[in-house]
């Protein structure tokens, strides 16, 4: 059974950090593309960085260029996400999702996902 669980979220102040984890089990991270998403409340959901399943490839949203970076660890078969200098606005719940893809395509955050996790929430307050 394929399945990805979040995890990392919490409250954290304007300026600060956090490291959100994505936890895969039931499929191999080498065939997979992953993103991470994100929704704040009232608003629709959004792309915010991907990882193309031969891992050389990452994109970024405009908005979180610079300050987030994505990464994952093959041998513990789950993905990251750093975000550094948090700002109120990237507040949401945070999702991971999974796309099987050819071997040579890259991720975009366009992409339709086939699985999704169930989210950690980011809440970046004072």
């Known amino acids: 059974q394929l399945q990805l669980v979040e995890s990392g979220g919490g409250l954290v102040q304007p300026g600060g950090s956090l490291r959100l984890s994505c936890v895969v089990s039931?499929?191999?991270?080498?065939?997979?593309?992953i993103g991470w998403f994100r929704q704040a409340p009232g608003k629709e959901r959004e792309g915010v960085s991907c990882?193309?399943?031969?891992?050389?490839?990452?994109k970024y949203a405009d908005a979180v260029k610079g300050r987030f970076t994505i990464s994952r660890d093959i041998a513990k078969n789950t993905v990251y996400l750093q975000m550094n200098s948090l700002k109120p606005e990237d507040s949401g719940v945070y999702y991971c999702?999974?796309?099987?893809?050819?071997?040579?395509?890259?991720?975009?955050?366009?992409?339709?996902?086939?699985?999704w996790g169930k989210g950690t929430l980011v809440t970046v307050s004072s």
């Open positions: 999702a999974a796309v099987g893809a050819p071997v040579s395509s890259l991720c975009a955050l366009g992409n339709a996902m086939d699985y």
């Open positions: 039931g499929f191999n991270l080498n065939n997979y593309h």
């Open positions: 990882v193309s399943r031969r891992g050389g490839n990452t």
